[in-house]
């Protein structure tokens, strides 16, 4: 016990238990504000799409500040958010299309931005619409007809099948199938279907597959504007003559086309360090992606199924903060995450200083006390003979010790009457 009160008396253990304290402290924020990945894994699409070719791009650019994005190739925005979706799965990042999620079973995604522009192409065989109806511009005139609708788990089976349904057709009005682009595109070659749907963004690789087709030809949705206002996810695009292909004049006459958002939607636990590269390198890639879109229209905030991410619509606002408009990447990550930890530390440590004057005074009336302690110990064993000698000793250790203590002027009153007690002390032992 008395060895407890020693340590309880010590300034030295107070300070050390202290700063233990804020060590403590520190781990804690430490572990609890971790630094961004390394190496981050995204979901785009199909290796011949943009989705893919947007991640390639992209993993270009993160590579130069030292962060390893992997891409993978899937079927497409449903096959996307299952893996989002799954925690096993390893996928960070994921490219969705506006229209097709139902935010209500993901409710811990968010939008990072709006990426670019993904029309709707319908592609026809012309000769299988000539002799009948004209030219397909209204997705009435596909009753009857041999159609692809898109792939399982891709973006464009969702989208078409609301078009179709808004337009009174049911699956069995049509020969309806489900082919991936490639696959379609064949058929459509071949002669054994007459449409497809296919959802891309001009700058997509597939399309160049389709422009070698004879006899084809892209629809001009003359309804456009009616889907538009009733599917507000949709945005109605004006696309000019030549626009995809000047060679094989596609389109070959302007026609407007309706458009869905092509969107990175992330898990709502993102660091906001990422956040701030993937947008700043996206501002970059997506400056070559000018032919349906206007520069800087995109990265965007329009046009998202789920909720745009904080982080990501500041940026979107503001631009880069501070540090990673004047920093490296991971100077300005290192710099942020400690600024983080001790902004905190210092709002618990700046009322302290107030209290250091009060903590001063305790600090030296725990000094003192101890002295007063050995004091009366020393006086409780006066009368021992045995332990004379002992306590003279003792008490010739506390005066040493006493004429050590500096103090303020203020508290110069204190030391003396200390050192006049420890005089009484002496006397009485002398006496005795």
């Known amino acids: 016990m008395r060895s407890l009160k020693k340590h ?5 253990a107070i300070a050390l238990s202290f700063l233990s304290l804020l060590a403590i402290l520190f781990t804690v924020l430490w572990i609890l504000i971790p630094p961004p990945p390394k190496t981050i894994e995204m979901a785009t699409g199909f290796p011949t799409g943009l989705y893919y070719q947007f991640g390639e791009r992209l993993k270009a650019e993160l590579a130069g500040e030292g962060v390893d994005l992997q891409v993978k190739a899937t079927g497409g925005t449903l096959d996307n958010l299952a893996l989002l979706s799954d925690s096993k799965s390893g996928v960070g990042f994921a490219m969705v299309q506006s229209g097709v999620a139902d935010i ?3 409710p811990h995604l968010v939008s990072i931005a709006g990426m670019f522009y993904e029309p709707i192409w319908v592609w026809y065989r012309d000769a299988a619409f000539k002799s009948e109806t004209g030219p397909l511009r209204v997705l009435s ?3 009857g007809k041999r159609v692809s609708i898109g792939n399982e788990g891709s973006g464009t089976l969702v989208l078409s099948q609301a078009l179709l349904k808004m337009s009174g057709i049911s699956e069995s009005d ?6 991936k682009p490639d696959e379609a595109m064949k058929k459509l070659n071949n002669g054994e279907i007459d449409a497809v749907f296919l959802v891309a963004a001009a700058e997509a690789p597939i ?9 084809i030809r892209l629809m001009s949705i003359d309804q456009a504007d009616a889907y538009a206002r009733n599917l507000p996810y949709l945005s109605k695009v004006s696309v000019p003559r030549g626009l995809l292909s000047i060679e094989h004049d596609l389109p070959r006459q302007d026609i407007q086309v309706l458009a869905a958002t092509a969107t990175l939607v992330a898990h709502d636990t993102i660091s906001p360090a990422m956040v701030s590269l993937i947008l700043g390198a996206s501002y970059d890639i997506l400056k070559s992606y000018s032919r349906l879109q206007k520069v800087g229209e995109f990265p965007s905030n329009l046009g ?3 909720p745009l991410q904080i982080d990501a619509e500041i940026y979107l606002k503001d631009g880069p903060s ?5 920093l490296p990447f991971w100077t300005a990550v290192w710099v942020g995450r400690m600024m983080k930890i001790l902004i905190p530390l210092l709002v618990i440590l700046i009322p302290l200083f107030s209290y250091l004057p009060t903590v001063n005074n305790l600090l030296l009336k725990l000094k003192l006390a101890r002295v007063y302690e050995e004091l009366k110990m020393i006086e409780k064993n006066a009368h021992n003979s045995d332990l004379r000698e002992a306590n003279f000793r003792e008490l010739e250790a506390i005066e040493k010790r006493v004429g050590n203590i500096k103090v303020s002027r203020l ?7 200390l050192k006049g007690h420890v005089g009484d002390v002496r006397s009485r032992l002398n006496q005795l």
């Not at 309880?8 to 030295?12: A, C, G, K």
């Not at 501070?322 to 004047?326: A, P, T, V």
């Not at 508290?411 to 009457?417: P, Q, S, V, W």
């Open 8 to 12: 309880l008396y010590n300034p030295w």
């Open 104 to 106: 209500s079973k993901y």
């Open 141 to 143: 005139q596909l009753k």
């Open 174 to 179: 049509i020969q309806a199938e489900k082919l």
């Open 207 to 215: 399309l160049q597959q389709f422009f070698a087709i004879p006899g």
């Open 304 to 306: 998202l199924d789920f």
């Open 322 to 326: 501070f540090l990673h408009r004047h």
């Open 411 to 417: 508290d110069a009153k204190e030391l003396y009457d």
